[in-house]
Structures are given as structure tokens and as C-alpha cells.
């Protein structure tokens, strides 16, 4: 639990006025505090970090005796869904949920199942979020999916704030029509 109330001493220690006015009037006082603009580019970071992540799913199936083959229509169709995750983050309110699952529900063939599993990271190495996306069982079950006309889809998105601080949203998802 969080508790904000600064006058509850038995939770937070009040800080000299002195002090503060130290540091406001000093040469690297709060009129000198800058945030850096983003100088990366999140499309270059977003595409190449989604092939990144597509090399090492088709690894992981390939390990498993299990074919990649990729559906670059359904990861196309992701990207509204990752932008919504990020503006609901930021904003608090979830947008265009709706529009979202109708284009998925028109992509997917009669017959044939839709899943996807959403991830957000605050860092681009591809290793680290496989192995770490690995441990949830939703994308266990996309990245190791059987049945007939398997396609995956992948979908990475990446946010840059001040600082060069990144929100990279990822959604592995597949179809498939299921064998009994």
C-alpha cells in the first residue's frame, strides 16, 4: 500500500526547508532540470526487434519439431490492440477493444481458433523477453501450438518517452483449427 500523506511521520521523514532551498538556488537547481527529447526511433526499434523475436519463436518450434509460419496480415491486425494496451497504461481508459476483436474475428477462417498474449517490457532485449514471455502459460501456448493450418503472428510496438525510455508492448498470437 502506498500512502501519501507526507505529515504521517511515522512514514516519511520531513526534509529541512533549508535544504530544499539549498538546492533550488544552487547552480544545478530546478531551473536547470531538463529532460533529454526521445532520439531513438521507434520504428526502426519496434521492426527490428520483432524480427529478432520471430527468429527465436521459429527456434523454440523448431526445437519442438513444430514449423513457423508466419501470417503477416493477423500481426498487421495486432497493432491497434498494443497502441490501445499503451494508451489505457498511460491514460487509465481502454480504446477501440471493440474495433479490435471484430477485425480479429474477420481475420480468423471459419473453424479456426484465435489466441494472443500480450506483453509489456521496459527494455529491447529480444533473449530476455522470449525467455521471460516463455514463462506465462498464455504464450506457452501460442508459442508451441498444434494443429492443423498453424499460422503465426507476431506484433512488437515500441513507445519512447524522455530519456530515451522505452514501453516495448509485444503480442504473440496465432490460429489454428484444432484436431481432435
Avoid at 473453424?111 to 514463462?135: D, V, W
Wanted: net charge negative; charged share 20%.
Amino acid at each position: 500500500m502506498c500512502d501519501f500523506n507526507l505529515l504521517d511521520e511515522s512514514r516519511w521523514k520531513a526534509m529541512p526547508h533549508e535544504a530544499i532551498l539549498s538546492v533550488s538556488n544552487s547552480v544545478l537547481g530546478w531551473q536547470s532540470l531538463r529532460l533529454m527529447s526521445p532520439t531513438l526511433d521507434p520504428q526502426l526499434i519496434s521492426a527490428d526487434l520483432e524480427l529478432q523475436l520471430q527468429a527465436l519463436v521459429t527456434e523454440h518450434r523448431r526445437e519442438q519439431g513444430l514449423s513457423a509460419d508466419w501470417d503477416g496480415h493477423l500481426a498487421y491486425l495486432l497493432s491497434p490492440a498494443l497502441a490501445a494496451y499503451e494508451l489505457e497504461r498511460c491514460t487509465g481508459s481502454l480504446a477501440g477493444d471493440e474495433e479490435f476483436q471484430h477485425a480479429i474475428r474477420r481475420a480468423v477462417p471459419e473453424g479456426h481458433t484465435f489466441k494472443g498474449f500480450p506483453i509489456q517490457f521496459t527494455h529491447r532485449n529480444a533473449r530476455k523477453i522470449f525467455a521471460y514471455s516463455l514463462k506465462a502459460e498464455k504464450c506457452q501456448e501460442v508459442a508451441n501450438c498444434r494443429g492443423d493450418q498453424v499460422k503465426l503472428a507476431l506484433r512488437v510496438n515500441v513507445y519512447v518517452y524522455a530519456e530515451n525510455v522505452c514501453a516495448v508492448w509485444i503480442m504473440y498470437a496465432c490460429t489454428y483449427r484444432s484436431v481432435l
